[in-house]
């Protein structure tokens, strides 16, 4: 190699990660009102302030809320003036990461900030789900969420993969988290059938909420963070639409994510996975190749908070600060969005040596 | 604070959905009570068919003739069926692999408990009685102990192809403006009109977002403005908007209230259209009974001068 060799990937940090709590209503806030507090809060960890940040990236949804382009209404949290460089994703947070992650390997920017918040309260989520399905063959059907999920946990169950009294079991071990910002915490009941074979305890809860990271690059990373999470890998990927062409007990597009993100090159203590139901968390250890050492989902993971659009972005910030705090030196953080895993996000995070 | 105000919204888009050849013959052909799937290079035949292999992306277009009975795959017991689900009783919803098919259809199946359901059951469709060329066309599954069906080849030629579909939807929530808004709507009702104050740049926003778009910190000092204000910049509507009882040509204007640091808007009346202008200043007039100003009319104040509202502009 000649010294005009082109420099390397930068390395690049989730250097602060703040949320909300998450809850059933907060009719009394709008969106901005809900969010402003944790973009001020994962500033203020750093220090930096908005004319500071080199990129902003965001992510949400208009359906869940009904409220066209309420992203924009949402800038009004941020304070872009003078102009600011911004984007936004119309999917989970954890998507807008991913977008901000690129602008700062560009080297356009040093520093990224990326949010993303949903309110579920206002409308049906189940029927809201509908509306991301194929138009022609399956939405006109009206399969809400849950039933979806529902086939997944049977076709599991079909397969010897997992049973309810384990699916019981993901779901008390998720909910005996200390999040303070969870909704559902606690002894909670297996509950009753809501599409069977899943019962309201294999649900995650809805509810509303926001989540915020900032990232950086480089040196400016050590500046902002004792212990910068660095990313070591990020990687999302898709599978067919199309329910009836896919194996749903295997997750095959979160396995190669996780295989493109360096995920299994050596082993990572934590693991931080946006399963929002039981059954989902059995398809992904599996694909993930995740063994009882690791520790997963110390957050209470999807089961015990949800908020739509921000739950994905929180456990790559729930990872984050895992490594921040030193109680993690490699941990993976997944996203999903869409029925039954569709699509899946995969970031391999480590600390410094200590 | 008194509690935030709350109002039902219901969202209804009916999407009109053009078809691609493939789901133009599946459609077409259920309307006549035949099932289609299409084949893939390397032999697979899939039901629903799509107009592109998912796994090689190839553009795939044979069509096939599977049967209408088939095989459960997965299943999921529904005991409370929702709006606009293919069923107003208990159901199961099911994946079925019709015979002649390699990959599953998602529906519905007509059973009379989730005990007489298993994967690996067999299945037979129930059609629509009036078909229209929708996946509604199969009414649902229903169970069924006979023989395979027969699976053929099939042009997928039929003399009225369906060619495009309309995708009703409806959504229904409960909407709140939050805190800010809340403020500001009720004092409207009060033919008061509230704004706030940024702590950081001493802007007031009205109507009240809760924030400050500049500074991005919450604006909670409530200030009362107007009820006075300036026509910033307005302009002539000639096109009469559907449900709305205004006769045109009449005037939209950006009106500053006195105390303001944001413009809203407003209909000018009580002068004729082209004799507003910039600088008018204007009062709102509120119906009997109203909520909010129908519009705004002149005051008979001389105009303001330029330099106290350019920065509104």
Redesign the interface.
């Known amino acids: 190699m000649t010294s005009e060799a082109a420099p390397g990937p930068r390395d690049i940090a989730v250097v602060a990660f703040a949320q909300s709590d998450t809850l059933r209503t907060t009719?009394?806030?709008?969106?901005?009102?809900m969010l402003?507090p944790v973009?001020?809060d994962v500033r203020a960890q750093t220090g930096l302030k908005?004319a500071d940040i080199g990129f902003t990236c965001s992510g949400s949804c208009d359906?869940l809320?009904?409220r066209a382009f309420s992203f924009t209404?949402a800038?009004?949290?941020?304070?872009?003036?003078p102009p600011i460089s911004e984007s936004h994703v119309e999917m989970d947070g954890a998507w807008a990461l991913y977008e901000a992650w690129t602008k700062l390997l560009s080297g356009d920017a040093d520093t990224a900030l990326v949010y993303s918040y949903g309110k579920s309260?206002?409308?049906?989520l189940?029927?809201?789900l509908?509306?991301q399905l194929d138009?022609?063959?399956?939405?006109?059907?009206?399969?809400?969420s849950v039933?979806?999920a529902?086939?997944?946990?049977?076709?599991l169950i079909?397969a010897g993969d997992t049973d309810e009294p384990e699916l019981a079991a993901i779901g008390a071990r998720s909910r005996a988290t200390d999040n303070p910002h969870a909704q559902l915490k606690g002894p909670v009941p297996h509950g009753d059938?809501l599409?069977?074979?899943?019962r309201t305890g294999d649900c995650p809860p809805i509810g509303d909420g926001a989540a915020a990271v900032i990232l950086a690059a480089g040196e400016r990373a050590r500046q902002l963070c004792a212990r910068p999470a660095w990313i070591r890998g990020i990687d999302h990927r898709i599978e067919?639409h199309?329910?009836?062409?896919r194996d749903?007990t295997d997750s095959p597009s979160a396995r190669l994510a996780a295989e493109k993100a360096g995920a299994f090159e050596r082993p990572v203590d934590t693991a931080e996975l946006h399963a929002p139901f039981t059954s989902q968390e059995v398809v992904l250890r599996k694909a993930l190749r995740l063994g009882d050492e690791v520790l997963v989902n110390p957050s209470g993971g999807a089961l015990a908070a949800n908020p739509m659009m921000a739950a994905g972005l929180a456990r790559i910030g729930e990872a984050a600060a895992r490594i921040h705090r030193g109680e993690s030196d490699r941990a993976l953080a997944h996203a999903t969005s869409g029925p039954c895993l569709q699509q899946n996000l995969v970031a391999v995070l480590e600390g410094d040596p200590r | 604070m008194s509690a935030v105000l709350k109002a039902p919204l219901v969202v209804e888009f009916p999407f009109t959905r053009s078809l691609g050849p493939v789901q133009s013959a599946f459609l077409t052909a259920l309307r006549h009570r035949v099932v289609l799937g299409v084949k893939t290079r390397d032999g697979r035949t899939l039901v629903p068919p799509v107009e592109y292999d998912p796994v090689t992306a190839e553009e795939i277009s044979e069509l096939v003739h599977v049967g209408i009975t088939g095989t459960v795959t997965t299943w999921a017991w529904n005991h409370e069926p929702r709006r606009g689900q293919p069923l107003d009783t208990p159901f199961a919803w099911v994946l079925v692999k019709l015979d002649g098919a390699d990959t599953a259809l998602l529906h519905a199946l007509d059973a009379p408990g989730p005990d007489a359901v298993r994967t690996g059951m067999r299945v037979r469709i129930r059609w629509a009685e009036e078909p229209t060329g929708a996946i509604t066309d199969i009414a649902c599954f229903e169970p069924y102990d006979g023989d395979e069906s027969t699976v053929t080849v099939h042009a997928g030629e039929f003399e009225d192809p369906v060619t495009g579909i309309v995708a009703q939807a409806r959504l229904d929530y409960t909407y709140s403006p939050g805190r800010a808004q809340t403020a500001y709507i009720k004092a409207l009702a009060e033919h008061r009109a509230v704004g706030e104050r940024c702590p950081s740049c001493q802007k007031v926003y009205v109507p009240p977002r809760g924030a400050c778009p500049t500074c991005g910190v919450a604006t909670s000092e409530q200030v009362e403005v107007g009820p006075g204000g300036t026509v910033t910049t307005f302009c002539i509507v000639n096109i009469k908007a559907k449900n709305l009882d205004i006769e045109v040509p009449y005037v939209y204007a950006h009106i500053a209230l006195d105390g303001a640091d944001l413009a809203l808007h407003g209909r000018i009346g009580g002068i004729p259209y082209d004799q507003v202008r910039m600088g008018l200043r204007v009062e709102p007039v509120w119906n009997e009974g109203g909520s909010y100003p129908d519009h705004y009319r002149p005051t008979g104040e001389p105009d303001a001068d330029y330099e106290t509202y350019k920065e509104l502009l």
Request: charged share 15%; hydrophobic share 45%.
């Open positions: 009719s009394d806030v709008s969106e901005v009102e402003m973009l001020h908005t359906y809320a009904g209404l800038l009004d949290g941020v304070g872009a003036w309260s206002p409308g049906s189940r029927d809201v509908t509306r138009p022609y063959y399956v939405a006109p059907l009206w399969p809400d039933a979806l529902a086939l997944q946990a049977q076709a079909d059938y599409v069977r074979p899943l067919a199309s329910l009836g062409v749903l």
